[in-house]
C-alpha cells in the first residue's frame, strides 16, 4: 500500500466520520464545525488529487465564508439547541431510499465502469493555480465581470427586501397596516 | 495574444457595456441627487435604454457569417442583434409604464435591477458557451426575482417573489446539472465543440435524451411552458404589474433566443428527440394555458395562463426546427412583445385607478376611456390571432413551419387551441364594450408616459399586423444564420 492510499483512506475516514457526526449531534453549532472539518479534510483529497485550486477555494470559500456566515447565522437567531423534529415527515424515508439508490447506483458504477471512459471528455487546460488565473483574467474575463455583477445584484436585493419604512411614527400604527393593504381593498 | 482586448471586440459589445454604465449611473443618482424631478430618473433611463440601441445600430450591427468574440464565448449574428432591439425596446416601454406605480424611495434601485436584466438578456441571446449562458441566465433573474417581490409589503408581491425565486433556483439547478454533463462528456464549454462530442457515433442517443431533458428544464421554466409553468399566475398577480410584462415578453424572449440556439448549435444531430420534447411540451402548455385561462376572474391571472399558452404556440416553432419554424417564432416574440405590453400597460392604468385588477373592473371601460378600451381591444385581438393585428402573422408562421415540417395534427391542435383562445379574449371586449359601467367609478386618469407606452405597442400592433415584410426579411435572416453552419 502506498504512502498516498494510506493518506486517502485516513483523509477519507475523517471525512465520512465529520459529517455522520455533523448530523446526529444535536447542536447546531457543533454540526457546522463538523461541517468545517467535513470541508477541510476534502480540500485536502482534491489536492492530493492534483487540484491544488479547488483545493484552496473549499477551503477560502467553504470552510472559510461560508461557515462563518452559517456559524453567524446560527448563533443571531439562537438556533444552537433546536429541538429535532421533522417539520415534513416522511423525510427520514425517502431520504433512506434515495440514499440506498445512489449506494446501488455506486456498487454498479464500480462493477460495470469499462466501457465509461470513451465517453468522457478531456481537460486540456493546465489545472495549476497560475494557469488558471490567466485563464480567468483573459478567456474568462467576461464571466468573472458578471459574476461580479450577479453579486452586486444580489447585495442591492437584500438591501431593498429588508428596508424598514422612514416613516414609521409611534402613536399610528394603523398607517402602516393601512399601507400594507392599500391596492387589495 | 490572449491577453488583449481588441477595440473591435469592445465597439460590438459596447451597447451591453453601456447597459452596465447606465444602471451604475442610475444607482448613483438615486442617492446624490436628492432635489431631482420626480420623473427624472425614469427619463434618463429612457434615454439611456435608447442611446444603447443607437449604438447597437450604430456599431454592432451584424456582420456576415457569424463572428465570435470574447473568445468564443458571445456570437455577434442577427440573432443576438435582433433579440437586442426587442429587449430594449421592451425595457423602454416597461418603464414608461412603471411610472407611476413606483414607490419614490427605491426608484433607483427599480431602475438599475430593470436595466441589469436588460444586460443578462442580451448577453442570453448571444452565448456561445455554455458558462456564460449560465451566467447570463443568473444576471437575467436575479434582478427579477428582487423585482417581483418589490412592493413586498403587500403580501402578494413577496409572495412572487419568494415563488419566482424557489421556482428558479430549482430549475436553474437541474439545469446546470446538464450543462455539467455536457461539460463531463466533451471537456469544453463552447457551443460548437460540444456539438462534436454529442455525434451519435460518440454518445448514445439515450444519454443525450437525459441530457437535453435536463437542459430543457431551465429553459421551459424561463419562458413559462408546460410543465414548469406553476409559477407563472400567481408570480404575475402578485408583481408590480409592469414586471408582470416586462416577465411575460423580454424574459421570455431571452428565453426563446437562447433557445433556439442551443437548439440549433448543440442539440443539432437529434432533430426527432428535439420535436418530440418540444412539440409534447408545446401541445401540453396550449391545452394547460387556455383551458385554465377560462375560468379566471383575475385579469392578470388571465394574462398569465394566456402567457403560458402563447409560450406553447411559439414552442410549435422552436420544434419544428426549420427556418420558417424559426423565424416564426421570432416574429411571434416581436408581435408579442408590443401586444402583452399594451395589455399590461392597460392593466396597470386601470389598477393604478379602480386599485383592483379583477376582470369586473374593467367592464364598461369603453365609456370611462375610449382610447384605453381601443388600445386593450386591440391587444386582446392580436393576442388572439385575428388578422390586421400583429398577432395573426406569428401564429400564422409558426402553424405553417408545422404543416411544411408534415406535423400537420400539431398545427391542428393549435388552430383548435387558439380558438379556444379567442373565446375567452372575445370574452373580456364584451365585458369591456358592452357590460354596464360599475357605480361610483369615474373617468380614468392616464399621465403622459402611459399614454406613450401604450401608443407605441398599439403603433406596434397594428404596423406588425399591416407591414410584415421587413419584420419577416429580420426574422428569417436570423433563422437562416442559425442554422448555417
Redesign the interface.
Known amino acids: 500500500m502506498s504512502p498516498a492510499v494510506i493518506i486517502f483512506i485516513v483523509l477519507a475516514l475523517v471525512a465520512v466520520a465529520c459529517a455522520v457526526a455533523m448530523l446526529v449531534s444535536k447542536n447546531a453549532v457543533y454540526s457546522a464545525l463538523f461541517l468545517v472539518l467535513n470541508f477541510a479534510t476534502i480540500g485536502v483529497i482534491y489536492l492530493m488529487l492534483g487540484a491544488p485550486f479547488i483545493a484552496v477555494a473549499q477551503i477560502t470559500v467553504y470552510a472559510g465564508a461560508i461557515m462563518v456566515l452559517f456559524l453567524f447565522v446560527i448563533m443571531l437567531l439562537g438556533g444552537e439547541n433546536l429541538r429535532l423534529g421533522e417539520p415534513l415527515r416522511g423525510q427520514r424515508l425517502i431520504g433512506l431510499i434515495f440514499g440506498a439508490v445512489l449506494l446501488a447506483e455506486i456498487v454498479l458504477l464500480l462493477i460495470f465502469r469499462s466501457g465509461m471512459d470513451?465517453?468522457?471528455?478531456?481537460?486540456?487546460i493546465d489545472t495549476s493555480p497560475a494557469a488558471l488565473g490567466?485563464e480567468m483574467f483573459?478567456?474568462?474575463?467576461?464571466?468573472f465581470e458578471?459574476?461580479s455583477?450577479?453579486l452586486l445584484?444580489?447585495v442591492?436585493?437584500a438591501?431593498?427586501?429588508t428596508?424598514v419604512?422612514?416613516i414609521r411614527r409611534p402613536g399610528k400604527p394603523d398607517q402602516d397596516r393601512k399601507?400594507?393593504?392599500?391596492?387589495?381593498? | 495574444m490572449?491577453?488583449s482586448?481588441p477595440a473591435a471586440m469592445l465597439l460590438k459589445s459596447l451597447p451591453e457595456i453601456s447597459l452596465?454604465i447606465l444602471a451604475g449611473l442610475v444607482?448613483l443618482l438615486s442617492l446624490v441627487w436628492k432635489k431631482r424631478p420626480p420623473q427624472a430618473l425614469t427619463w434618463i433611463t429612457i434615454a439611456g435604454l435608447m442611446l444603447c440601441l443607437l449604438l447597437a445600430l450604430l456599431f454592432a450591427l451584424p456582420v456576415k457569417g457569424p463572428y465570435l468574440i470574447?473568445?468564443g464565448?458571445?456570437k455577434i449574428d442577427v440573432l443576438s442583434f435582433l433579440f437586442r432591439m426587442i429587449f430594449l425596446t421592451g425595457a423602454a416601454l416597461t418603464v414608461l409604464i412603471s411610472v407611476e406605480r413606483q414607490p419614490s424611495?427605491?426608484q433607483g434601485?427599480y431602475l438599475?435591477?430593470l436595466i441589469?436584466s436588460v444586460?443578462?438578456m442580451c448577453?442570453m441571446a448571444a452565448s456561445a458557451d455554455i458558462?456564460?449562458l449560465y451566467?447570463?441566465i443568473?444576471?437575467t433573474a436575479?434582478?427579477l426575482?428582487?423585482l417581483a417581490?418589490?412592493q413586498?409589503?403587500?403580501?402578494?408581491s413577496a409572495e412572487a417573489?419568494l415563488k419566482y425565486f424557489l421556482y428558479g433556483a430549482m430549475t436553474s439547478t437541474v439545469m446546470v446539472f446538464g450543462f455539467s454533463l455536457l461539460?463531463?462528456?466533451?471537456?469544453?464549454t463552447g457551443y460548437s465543440a460540444i456539438a462534436a462530442?454529442l455525434e451519435p457515433d460518440?454518445?448514445p442517443v439515450s444519454?443525450t435524451a437525459g441530457i437535453f431533458m435536463l437542459v430543457l428544464v431551465g429553459f421551459l421554466f424561463k419562458v413559462s411552458a408546460a410543465p414548469f409553468h406553476f409559477w407563472a399566475p400567481d408570480v404575475y398577480e402578485g408583481a408590480p404589474t409592469p414586471i408582470a410584462g416586462f416577465l411575460s415578453t423580454a424574459s421570455k424572449a431571452a428565453g426563446f433566443a437562447a433557445l433556439l440556439r442551443i437548439l440549433q448549435e448543440v442539440f443539432r444531430a437529434s432533430p426527432e428527440l428535439r420535436f418530440g420534447l418540444l412539440a409534447a411540451a408545446a401541445v401540453a402548455s396550449m391545452l394547460i394555458g387556455n383551458f385554465l385561462a377560462l375560468r379566471q376572474k383575475n385579469l392578470k391571472r388571465l394574462l398569465a395562463y394566456s402567457s403560458i399558452a402563447q409560450a406553447g404556440y411559439i414552442l410549435v416553432g422552436a420544434a419544428v426546427g426549420t427556418p420558417l419554424g424559426a423565424s416564426g417564432a421570432i416574429y411571434y416574440l416581436i408581435a408579442y412583445l408590443v401586444t402583452n405590453l399594451a395589455a399590461f400597460g392597460a392593466v396597470a392604468v386601470v389598477?393604478s385607478n379602480t386599485?383592483?385588477d379583477q376582470i369586473a373592473a374593467f367592464s364598461g371601460l369603453n365609456r370611462r376611456n375610449a382610447a384605453l378600451a381601443l388600445v386593450l381591444g386591440a391587444a386582446l385581438l392580436s393576442l388572439g390571432g385575428v388578422p390586421v393585428f400583429a398577432g395573426f402573422f406569428g401564429k400564422f408562421l409558426v402553424f405553417a413551419s408545422a404543416v411544411q415540417a408534415g406535423a400537420v395534427w400539431l398545427a391542428v391542435i393549435g388552430v383548435l387551441n387558439a380558438v379556444v383562445g379567442l373565446y375567452y379574449y372575445l370574452n373580456l371586449l364584451k365585458v369591456m364594450y358592452l357590460d354596464p359601467v360599475p357605480e361610483g367609478s369615474g373617468p380614468l386618469t392616464v399621465v403622459f408616459p402611459w399614454k406613450a407606452a401604450l401608443l407605441v405597442c398599439a403603433a406596434g400592433i397594428l404596423v406588425l399586423g399591416f407591414i410584415y415584410r421587413p419584420w419577416y426579411h429580420w426574422a428569417d435572416l436570423a433563422a437562416q444564420m442559425l442554422l448555417l453552419h
Open positions: 470513451q465517453m468522457v471528455g478531456t481537460l486540456t490567466l483573459n478567456k474568462y474575463s467576461l464571466p458578471v459574476t455583477l450577479v445584484v444580489a442591492i436585493g438591501v431593498i427586501l428596508r419604512d422612514p399601507d400594507q393593504s392599500g391596492r387589495q381593498a | 490572449t491577453g482586448f452596465v444607482l470574447w473568445g464565448l458571445l424611495q427605491g434601485e438599475a435591477l441589469t444586460f443578462g448577453l458558462l456564460m451566467l447570463a443568473e444576471i436575479m434582478p426575482f428582487i417581490a418589490f413586498f409589503r403587500q403580501k402578494k417573489g461539460f463531463g462528456i466533451s471537456g469544453q462530442a460518440r454518445l444519454l389598477s386599485g383592483s
